[in-house]
């Protein structure tokens, strides 16, 4: 099971980034995967996650900014992040859950290696 994480970089608030998660080594439709971000000094925090069954969900802060996608032609999962924020400054991981729900971070098995997104003027 591998999960590579990929599309961060430095942008203007008010800019926009397309994150994707590939995956590879099983079946994306059986599992939920959930985005999660760390910023320095703070815990990793979910952001918003994709259900084997179609259902989306976003943390409270990125709510109508981000979109959350799945691929599974091409086995990704996408985050689709615009009106960015200084506070969106963050390292993202992409995880997969143990199961097709979306739950706690306790639940999440698998990650990816992260990719850096910073807001800034």
């Known amino acids: 099971v591998q999960l590579q994480a990929s599309g961060g970089g430095l942008v203007q608030p008010g800019g926009s980034l397309r994150l994707s998660c590939a995956a590879s080594?099983?079946?994306?439709?059986?599992?939920?995967i959930g985005w999660f971000r760390q910023a320095p000094g703070k815990e990793r925090e979910g952001v918003s996650c994709?259900?084997?069954?179609?259902?989306?969900f976003y943390v409270d802060s990125v709510k109508g900014r981000f979109t959350v996608s799945r691929g599974n032609a091409r086995n990704t999962v996408s985050l689709q992040m615009n009106s960015l924020k200084p506070e969106d400054t963050a390292v993202y991981y992409c995880?997969?859950?143990?199961?097709?729900?979306?739950?706690?971070?306790?639940?999440?098995?698998?990650w990816g290696q992260g990719t850096l997104v910073t807001v800034s003027s």
């Open positions: 995880g997969r859950h143990s199961g097709g729900g979306c739950g706690g971070l306790e639940d999440y098995e698998y």
């Open positions: 080594g099983f079946t994306l439709d059986h599992h939920a």
């Open positions: 994709s259900s084997s069954d179609g259902n989306t």
